[in-house]
């Protein structure tokens, strides 16, 4: 199951900031304890117990010129009673002046070479330096962890920072604790108890884990057994401390225990100072060496804090002067927060100082503007004697508002440019981008300008603009990105199927160190990888995905802000309109140079086909091929052989358009060539078939029927090849003709050869012969009703006396009719043949 914080920026959000108010809250609470509502009081001088064993203490260390010193107390006397309380330990005695509030004065009983005296000592409290330099670095932690993982809340680092942030500000805003069973709520002292194990719980392998992925990442911070070996250490430490057996330990292994936290924390921090020297390219160390010296002058301030509560024990009552530099201590925190924001560590961009800055100097131009407006009012008063006036107020008002707003609005100006310079000069560039885009029609330089001014503008060596396509696939222009990188398939799981569900920008400034935070397989993440890029910016046309851009790294190494992502998705939308209308007009130009070569070759086409039906004597013939598209796949011809022998042939090629006309003009050649060779049409289509079988796609054939009439002989010799079969007229009646054959192109030799047979028929006056393509007979009207064989008969039934012309015609028009509006889907092909009479013969001779 996954980590819902992983992939919901909004959740991971919310998650952290109600955990940071609760630990901020809780820690408050202990601070306020501890520095104001129950401080330590304090008498600026030390109690020790009695060398004797009797009941009060030594007093020691008295601070001259201090509450016990102005008391008229020395060191070496002994303290008997306190506002007439006795006690045995210097632990009981400040419990009775703990509760004493600031300035009050308590009653000591002293005893100095065994005469007593009273005296009145005045109560001061002390205050904690060394907690609230503890403090310090919990609350350094706490901001720039959260400021962190509100910045960047999808990344594992970012959030380990977070926890490793509320870990420190728990464990270390509990270092001091002071709670009492019976004086305090019970839900105060489960809460601070909780608080205070639970921190160090947490916070001890936190401190050594966090530093095992950053600023490298190490393999080990994955391994299973070394985060259950920290918790185990974790656990070890605390046991002493939660069954109360610490008394029971030698003095200095108790003492190391207490220490836990601070020595895992220290721990990390060493473990970063390797880091560096060991693992981090010495060109990258700039960035991190703020780190690396507020770590050293924190070591120092920690063991500085030892070395001197270790001399002198008094010394937070005594001269707490000297505990100022243990503030020193926060400079850990401060330092990350530098080095994070200032060179963009853990990919975060924060504006918070330039804000600042010109919110102060405009802040500043604002109070000169309105100083000289009391000025100059003041001025005018003291010309004319007159103080308190509002129409001086008014005219001075109107005189510098005249005099000063140019001014103040050029130096606004300047403030502007200086402090936001890089947004104006992505306006300016995105200006000048939406003038240049309506005068680009060209897909190319659209592209091309994209990536040149993306580079130009915000200083990246490496971008990209990709197209995408489901049909056509990816498309990409790019600088310093191979275009391997740039081809995307449109799977479930890849890249342009992220962008498609997120419809947002893409991050990629972790996929080396986190790949498994990207939800894309394996081969897209590493094209990324590869190419480069940190970031993605999708470009979509209403719903349609057109691309996307991708850019590598800065050259200043800062990392894109919402502002760069802005620019980009911008510039995108405005692309992806250019991009659809330079693709609409680059496919208007293809098509209308499709239609141009179309239109020539039907004109080519039409050439090739008959220009004139012939004049043979004893025939009437007309024949015509309509094709389906601009060009087609039939095919009639008539090829006279000589003065009384005339051949008629009809094909069709399977399929339509382009490649059906182009084998329809390679076929009307080899007949042409085989009928001057051969003399039967058996013959023909044999060596038809034999030229064309090689040089034929297998999913392509081609029918075709060949008729030689011969008036010498009176007879028609008719072979069909798979084509349609010929209607036959003679003695009143019209007979479809029954003759075998394949296709041209199907089969080779004797296959082939074996189904050709020829079918000879006499020559009658009134005979009629009917050739045509199945484009006639599977015409299809808009009801996706075809007019079939059955119609066609009749129709030529009806128009039997009529000439071979007039048949032609009235067919057509009898298939314009009967398909109406419905698209036409094959090519139309047709010839009637006629044998005339004996007086039609004479007349015409």
Excluded at 785 to 810: C, F, H, N, P, T
Aim: net charge neutral.
């Amino acid at each position: 199951m996954r980590n819902p914080l992983e992939h919901s920026p909004r959740l991971t959000r919310i998650f952290f900031t109600v955990l940071a108010l609760v630990v901020l809250g809780v820690t408050t609470l202990n601070f306020l304890d501890i520095m104001f509502f129950k401080a330590v009081s304090n008498d600026q001088c030390g109690w020790l117990p009695r060398p004797d064993g009797l009941a009060g203490a030594l007093i020691t260390d008295v601070v001259p010129g201090g509450v016990t010193d102005r008391a008229g107390i020395k060191d070496g006397d002994i303290l008997l009673r306190i506002n007439e309380q006795e006690f045995r330990t210097p632990g009981q005695a400040m419990n009775i002046i703990n509760p004493m509030a600031a300035g009050e004065y308590a009653t000591y009983l002293v005893e100095r070479s065994g005469v007593t005296f009273e005296t009145k000592v005045e109560i001061l409290k002390m205050v904690n330096v060394t907690y609230l330099a503890y403090c310090l670095i919990g609350v350094g932690f706490l901001l720039v962890g959260y400021v962190v993982v509100m910045t960047r809340p999808q990344g594992r680092l970012q959030r380990l920072f977070a926890w490793y942030s509320l870990a420190a500000m728990l464990v270390f805003g509990f270092t001091a604790l002071n709670i009492s069973q019976g004086v305090d709520p019970q839900w105060k002292v489960i809460t601070f108890i909780s608080a205070f194990f639970l921190g160090r719980l947490v916070a001890q392998p936190l401190f050594v884990h966090f530093f095992m992925s950053f600023p490298v990442r190490r393999p080990l911070a994955d391994r299973w057994w070394f985060k259950g070996l920290l918790i185990v250490l974790s656990i070890a430490a605390l046991v002493p401390i939660f069954t109360n057996k610490l008394s029971s330990l030698p003095p200095l292994l108790a003492q190391s225990l207490i220490l836990t936290p601070f020595i895992f924390f220290f721990a990390g921090l060493v473990l970063f100072v390797v880091s560096y020297f060991t693992r981090i390219d010495p060109s990258k160390r700039r960035q991190f060496r703020p780190i690396l010296v507020a770590i050293v002058l924190g070591v120092a301030s920690f063991g500085y804090l030892l070395v001197i509560q270790a001399v002198n024990r008094f010394v937070v009552f005594t001269q707490p002067i000297l505990l100022v530099p243990g503030l020193l201590l926060g400079a850990v925190p401060a330092a990350f927060g530098y080095s994070i924001f200032r060179y963009r560590l853990m990919d975060i961009d924060l504006i918070v100082k330039r804000s600042l800055l010109y919110g102060a100097i405009t802040a500043t131009l604002a109070a000169i503007y309105i100083g000289m407006v009391f000025g100059v009012g003041s001025l005018l008063g003291a010309l004319i004697g007159e103080r308190e006036n509002e129409i001086l107020n008014i005219t001075a008002f109107l005189i510098i508002a005249f005099a000063f707003d140019p001014i103040k609005r050029r130096v606004q100006d300047g403030i502007d440019r200086v402090f936001y310079r890089e947004r104006m000069n992505y306006q300016r560039a995105l200006l000048e981008f939406s003038q240049e885009l309506p005068r680009q029609m060209n897909l190319d330089q659209i592209l091309h300008s994209m990536v040149n001014r993306i580079s130009a503008t915000m200083h990246v060596e490496k971008v990209a603009v990709l197209l995408c396509d489901e049909i056509e696939g990816c498309y990409s222009v790019g600088k310093n990105i191979p275009p391997e990188c740039c081809d995307f398939g449109y799977d479930d799981d890849g890249f342009l199927d992220l962008l498609k569900r997120t419809r947002s920008a893409q991050n990629f400034g972790l996929l080396a160190d986190e790949p498994e935070m990207y939800t894309m397989n394996s081969p897209d993440k590493r094209k990324i990888f590869r190419s480069g890029a940190v970031l993605s910016v999708p470009m979509f046309l209403q719903d349609r995905l057109v691309g996307t851009i991708l850019v590598g790294p800065k050259l200043s190494e800062k990392p894109y802000s919402q502002e760069d992502i802005d620019l980009l998705s911008t510039v995108g939308s405005q692309a992806a309109i250019a991009i659809e209308n330079a693709r609409l007009h680059k496919a208007e130009i293809e098509q209308q140079r499709i239609r141009e070569e179309l239109a020539l070759a039907r004109e080519i086409q039409q050439g090739l086909l008959p220009k004139e039906n012939p004049a043979i004597p004893g025939l009437d013939i007309s024949g015509i091929a309509i094709p389906a598209k601009i060009v087609g796949g039939d095919y009639f011809d008539f090829i006279q052989l000589d003065e009384k022998r005339i051949l008629v042939v009809v094909a069709d090629v399977s399929g339509k358009g382009m490649s059906a006309a182009l084998y329809m003009s390679k076929i009307q050649g080899m007949v042409q060539l085989a009928a001057h060779m051969y003399n039967s049409p058996r013959e023909m289509l044999t060596h038809v078939n034999r030229r064309i079988y090689d040089g034929i796609e297998r999913k392509s054939f081609i029918t075709m029927i060949i008729a030689l009439f011969d008036m010498d002989r009176k007879e028609v010799i008719i072979c069909r090849a798979g084509h349609n079969k010929a209607l036959i007229g003679s003695n009143g009646k019209l007979e479809a003709l029954e003759a075998e054959g394949i296709g041209l192109g199907l089969e080779r030799g004797p296959v082939f050869e074996s189904t050709l047979k020829e079918v000879r028929r006499p020559l009658e006056p009134g005979g009629l012969f009917f050739f045509y393509t199945d484009g006639l007979t599977e015409a299809m009207n808009a009801q996706q009703v075809q007019l079939g064989e059955d119609s066609i008969v009749s129709l030529i039934e009806a128009k039997r006396s009529m000439s071979a012309a007039e048949i032609q015609r009235s067919l057509t028009t009898a298939v314009e009719e009967f398909v109406g509006t419905a698209e036409r889907h094959d090519d139309l092909t047709m010839v009637v043949v006629k044998v005339k009479g004996e007086e039609s013969v004479n007349r015409k001779s």
